[in-house]
C-alpha cells in the first residue's frame, strides 16, 4: 500500500470527524461515559434494573429539593388568589398577606417548630419592632443551628445556608422581613461560609452560636446604651418631650433619663390606630419605674389625629424611632411619623431620630408607595368585640344606639361598596430636610452622612 493511498484513506475519515458538530461530539462523550459507569456497575452486581431504580429515585430527590426560596417566589407569582380584598391600583403591586401565606403550605413540612412560633407571632402583632423582631429572629435561629443534623455526603457550611433559607422564606409568610434581619441574615450566611469544612459539626454549631450572642450584644445592646447616652444629653430638667408610638432605644432612654440622671420631663406620647404602640411605651415605663414614675415622668397620651398646634407650642425636642434610614437620608418609620416631623419643622422644633447602624440599608427610595407593607384593612375597621367609649355613648344616644344594634356598626359593609377602598400601611417615608440629628452608636450625625455609616459598617 502507497503513501498517496493511505492519504487518500485518511482524508475522507477526516472529513466525517469534521462534519460532527460541537453538540454531536459531547452526546457521544455523554454515551460513552454513561457505558462505561453502566458496565462498571455490572461488573460490581448491580442489574440494569436496579440502575433504573436509582435513577428514578435520584430525579424523585431533585424534585423534592425544588422547593427553594426562587421556585416558591415563582410560585408565588403564578398563584391567582380568588379573594375580594380590593386594594387600590396605586398599591396594587405590594404583596397582601394571603399571597404571602401561599407558600408556606409546601415547605411546612421542613420548617422548625420554633420558626412556626414566631411567624405566628410576627402575624399577630404580638411581636412588633424591629430590634424585637430580629433579637427574637436570631435566638430562635440559634435552636434551628443546634439542632441541625448535617445529612450525608454533604458539609455544614453548604448545606445549612440552604436549609436557613427555607425557615427564612416561611417566616417571611408572616411579615415581610425589616431592615435589621435582612442585614443579619447576610452576616450569619457570610459566618456559614466562613466556617472550615474540617471543622466537626458540634465545633461548628458552637462557633455559630456564640458569634450569634456577641451578634446581639454588639449591635443591640451595646448599641442602645451608647445611642441612649448621647441621646440623654438633649433632655434637660423641666423640659418637654414629644415621641410617637414605641421605640426600644427611646423607651430605654426615658427610663435612663429618669433613674440615673433623675431628670424631671413632660412626655407627650402620640399614638394613633390600629397598634397603640403607644401604649406599650406607657405601660413598659411604669413597669420599669413603678411608683417612682409621677416623680420623674409627667405623661400625656395624645391620638395622632387629635394632636392640636397648641400641644406643640410647648414641646422642646421630638424623639423618633426608626424601621430603617435609607441611603439618601430618609427615614422609613411606622406610618404618621411624616406628619409628625412636618408639622415640628413648622414651628422649628428639632426632630431628633434613634436609630442603630444595623438598620441602614443601602436602598434609596423617594416615596412610599413603591416599597411598603400591607396590613389587613380589617384592622381597621371597628369590631363587635370594641367597646363604644362612655362619652360616644353619651353622644350618640341610648335610643339610637337601641335601634341601630351591634350589626350597624360603621363600615361594617365597607366590601359590597365597589367605589370604596381601606388601606392600611404599615410605614411612611421623611424627607432628611425635616430631621435635624440621627443618633447613632457612630454619634450625633446629619441625614446627609448615612451613605458614610454604611461604609464604616461593611468595613467592619
Given amino acids: 500500500m502507497t503513501d498517496a493511498k493511505v492519504e487518500a484513506e485518511a482524508k475522507p475519515a477526516a472529513t466525517e470527524e469534521k462534519k460532527l458538530s460541537n453538540k454531536e461530539l459531547k452526546e457521544l462523550k455523554k454515551k460513552e461515559k454513561a457505558a462505561k459507569r453502566a458496565a462498571q456497575k455490572e461488573a460490581s452486581g448491580i442489574t440494569p434494573e436496579q440502575q433504573k431504580q436509582i435513577a428514578e429515585q435520584k430525579i424523585e430527590k431533585k424534585k423534592q429539593k425544588q422547593t427553594t426560596a426562587t421556585h416558591l417566589k415563582k410560585q408565588l407569582n403564578q398563584t391567582v388568589i380568588k379573594e375580594n380584598k380590593k386594594i387600590p391600583h396605586l398599591f396594587g403591586h405590594l404583596e397582601t ?98 466556617i472550615s469544612i474540617d471543622t466537626s459539626d458540634k465545633k461548628a454549631k458552637e462557633i455559630l452560636c456564640s458569634k450569634i450572642d456577641d451578634f446581639i450584644k454588639e449591635k443591640i445592646e451595646l448599641s442602645d446604651q451608647l445611642i441612649v447616652e448621647s441621646a440623654s444629653t438633649h433632655i434637660s430638667n423641666g423640659s418637654t418631650i414629644l415621641t410617637y408610638g414605641h421605640s426600644q432605644v427611646l423607651e430605654e432612654l426615658f427610663v435612663y433619663c429618669a433613674k440615673h440622671q433623675n431628670k424631671h420631663f413632660t412626655l407627650i406620647i402620640v399614638d394613633s390606630r390600629p397598634l397603640f404602640e403607644g401604649k406599650t411605651l406607657i405601660k413598659n415605663l411604669s413597669k420599669a419605674l413603678g411608683d417612682e414614675l409621677s416623680n420623674y415622668i409627667s405623661i400625656h397620651y395624645v391620638l395622632l389625629n387629635s394632636l392640636s398646634s397648641t400641644l406643640l407650642e410647648d414641646v422642646d425636642c421630638v424623639f423618633l424611632g426608626a424601621h430603617a434610614m435609607l441611603s439618601n437620608g430618609r ?130
Fill in 97 to 194: 398577606r394571603e399571597q404571602r401565606n401561599a407558600s408556606s403550605p409546601t415547605i411546612s413540612h421542613i420548617v422548625h417548630p420554633a420558626i412556626l412560633s414566631l411567624t405566628l407571632k410576627y402575624s399577630s402583632y404580638s411581636v412588633v419592632g424591629s430590634v424585637a423582631r430580629l433579637r427574637n429572629m436570631l435566638q430562635v435561629f440559634k435552636q434551628v443551628i443546634q439542632d441541625y443534623k448535617t445529612p450525608e455526603n454533604t458539609t455544614l457550611t453548604r448545606h445549612l445556608t440552604g436549609h436557613l433559607s427555607h425557615q427564612i422564606e416561611y417566616l417571611k409568610s408572616g411579615r415581610p422581613l425589616s431592615v435589621s434581619m435582612g442585614n443579619a441574615i447576610r452576616w450569619l450566611k457570610q459566618e456559614i461560609s466562613l
Fill in 331 to 460: 427615614l422609613f418609620a411606622r406610618v404618621g411619623t411624616a406628619m409628625i416631623a412636618m408639622m415640628s419643622h413648622t414651628r422649628n422644633i428639632p426632630v431628633l431620630t434613634c436609630c442603630e447602624s444595623i438598620k441602614f440599608s443601602d436602598k434609596v427610595q423617594l416615596d412610599s408607595v413603591t416599597n411598603n407593607e400591607l396590613a389587613d384593612p380589617e384592622d381597621l375597621i371597628l369590631k363587635k368585640s370594641q367597646k363604644k367609649s362612655f362619652a360616644l355613648e353619651q353622644f350618640i344616644g341610648k335610643k339610637d344606639d337601641e335601634k341601630n344594634n351591634d350589626d350597624d356598626e360603621p363600615l361594617q359593609n365597607w366590601r359590597k361598596i365597589q367605589t370604596l377602598n381601606v388601606l392600611n400601611i404599615m410605614y411612611d417615608l421623611t424627607p432628611p430636610e425635616y430631621i435635624n440629628k440621627i443618633i447613632t452608636e457612630l454619634g450625633a450625625l446629619p441625614p446627609s452622612s448615612v451613605p458614610v455609616i454604611l461604609r464604616e459598617y461593611k468595613n467592619t
